[in-house]
Every structure is written in C-alpha cells, then in structure tokens.
C-alpha cells in the first residue's frame, strides 16, 4: 500500500471534505481517504497496482478543488 | 439552449454550492449554472447539441453529491 498526503484548497465545511472522503473512496485502486477542511490536509491510500499520485490529484481537481501542494 | 431544474442533495454550505457551480460550468456544453445549498436547487443552461440532461446528471453524481429529483 503506498499513501499521499496533500494539501488541498476549497473545503469550507464538514460537507465539502465529507464528499471529498467519498469520491476518493469510490474511485478505483483507492483504498481509504480522510479530508479535513480545518487543516486543508488530505491523505489518501492506494494500490500503486491499480493508481498513481496523477489520477488522485486529477480526481480531486475534476471534483472542483485545488490541489496546492 | 436549454435548461433544467434539478434538487440536489449534499451541498451544505457556500463552498459547496459554489464548487458545484463551476464544476458545471466547466464542463462541455453547459452554458451557466446556479446551486444554492439553502434549497437545494441547481439550475442549468445548456446547448442540447452538446450536452444533455442524463450528462449532466451524471456529472453531479460523479462530484460527489445526490440529484434527488
């Protein structure tokens, strides 16, 4: 299992990071992911099998928000 | 063009009305859109040539949230 841990921009509520948690875990090659809109830190872990740190972050973009870091 | 009314569940605050918004609006075909979390509701224009009802559909479920009608 390998993880990522990024900072992300746009979460303002326990909503917004929630349906971040869910659209990470809901795509593939995902194992588990945790947002925190107070921090704007997101870790995610993965099957390295099955995805990269590119799809994560393009999933996370096309979800509408910004990875800055 | 055309335009569609939409309830949609999941937006809980400003952040996530407005992300749905321009997700929606970045995407092929739709011309504006409008979400507000108070009532649910989301509004698109769209050009039916390019885009359609069941796309656009698909497009909110794929961000993460619910259309409920």
Redesign the interface.
């Known amino acids: 299992m390998s993880s990522i841990e990024l900072t992300v921009d ?7 990071s929630g ?2 948690k ?2 990470l875990e809901g795509s593939d090659g995902v194992l588990a992911a945790e947002a925190a809109h107070e921090t704007r830190r997101v870790t995610v872990d993965y099957d390295a099998g099955r995805t990269d740190p590119q799809a994560i972050r393009q999933r996370i973009e ?4 910004s990875v800055v870091a």
């Open positions: 746009g979460m303002k509520c326990g909503g917004c349906r971040l869910r659209v096309d979800s509408g928000f």
